[in-house]
């Protein structure tokens, strides 16, 4: 039994794509950078359960491996419970191998801070959408209703449980998160990134030439920046506003997508205006709105009724269109490509999180340049 914090890494499922096999490289090395983050800041143990137990060799103290059962399929609540009871964890804490790569010792610290409490309580990075969470007494998640993703356990333990919340301040350490290619070109512009993530990161540079491009329009109050999609309207836009030189023009469309119900037909006005005028001339119109664009293309792929691979979705990612199979993106991609502003495409985590890193890079290559 372990009565101290303990951190439940989920790492698996990563595909065999080039691009789903960078994106998988990069998550193993940021499950190991945060496991050693945890165990400095007061962890007892990480135990990371996965598919694939060879690509976290070799193991370090604290690291324990809980591998998937052959065969079994995949249930994120029944695996989430059976590890909380198994190992007799009375402080867990669960994430993906790719959640919240920034996260430092100094955040783990508070997480363990919060445990540490008397009364029972959830510890999240975001309420709505989870990427960490942590609460206490451990076995609150048997009485859980089910869940399917981690995104609604916070949820799952107040309505359920009955546990009170702890939100962890809105950072972008706490927002950004490894979820696409696009991601990982924002994490491979920054210049503090742990040896074995920074090398991770690596593969995706070449894409990231786009965003070097994209990043000095954020420092500078003539231009103007397009972001569209699945973006929290009141904290992006405050962000925005805060935090950017540059005017916005901001489209949130379909913020419930992820949890959408089944039959559910998503609608998004830019989805609409593509299909009017097709990818060529949306993109040549969007040039005129902004001198830089930001695209959660998730939404748009719901709007137009298609379900491209996930590598598919990965490559579009990286704006690598000739590797794209389904028509419709691959047309997309290839216009977004050779649009006359710079446009970067992804997924939610780039319309938050990336956003929020890609400034803070930004801002300090702006005032290096400056000799600020």
Request: include cysteine; glycine fraction near 8%.
């Amino acid at each position: 039994m372990f009565e101290r914090p303990v951190l439940v890494v989920f790492h698996g499922g990563t595909g065999a794509g080039p691009a789903e096999q960078m994106l998988a490289a990069a998550r193993i090395a940021a499950a190991r950078n945060t496991a050693r983050s945890a165990l400095a800041a007061g962890f007892e143990a990480v135990i990371i359960a996965t598919d694939d137990p060879a690509a976290f060799a070799p193991e370090f103290p604290g690291l324990l491996i809980d591998l998937d059962r052959p065969g079994l399929r995949f249930d994120f609540a029944s695996r989430l419970r059976g590890i909380v009871g198994r190992y007799g964890l009375q402080k867990p804490a669960t994430m993906g191998s790719g959640s919240v790569p920034l996260l430092g010792v100094d955040e783990f610290r508070l997480v363990v801070e919060q445990l540490d409490a008397r009364d029972p309580r959830f510890v999240t990075n975001n309420f709505f959408s989870a990427d960490l969470t942590a609460w206490t007494p451990g076995d609150a998640v048997d009485r859980c209703g089910e869940f399917a993703r981690d995104n609604v356990l916070p949820r799952r333990l107040r309505d359920d449980a009955g546990l009170a919340s702890i939100i962890l301040p809105r950072t972008t350490a706490t927002q950004f998160d490894l979820d696409t290619p696009s991601d990982l070109a924002v994490l491979s512009l920054s210049e503090s990134l742990p040896p074995e993530l920074a090398e991770a990161a690596r593969p995706a540079e070449a894409a990231a030439r786009r965003y070097r491009a994209f990043m000095p329009l954020l420092c500078d109050r003539t231009r103007q920046v397009v972001v569209a999609g699945r973006v929290g309207g009141s904290q992006a836009w405050q962000y925005l506003e805060r935090e950017t030189a540059c005017r916005v023009r901001l489209f949130a469309e379909e913020r419930g997508l992820a949890t959408a119900p089944p039959g559910y037909q998503a609608r998004s006005l830019l989805g609409f205006l593509i299909e009017e005028v097709g990818p060529e001339r949306f993109f040549r119109r969007m040039a005129e709105l902004g001198d830089g664009i930001v695209i959660d293309t998730r939404v748009i792929e719901a709007h137009m009724g298609i379900e491209p691979s996930r590598e598919d979705r990965f490559q579009s990612d990286l704006l690598a269109w000739e590797a794209i199979e389904e028509p419709f993106l691959r047309r997309f991609t290839r216009a977004a490509a050779e649009a006359p502003v710079p446009v970067l495409l992804g997924g939610h985590s780039l319309v938050s999180g990336g956003l929020m890193a890609l400034n803070d890079i930004a801002w300090a290559e702006n005032d290096r340049r400056l000799g600020v």
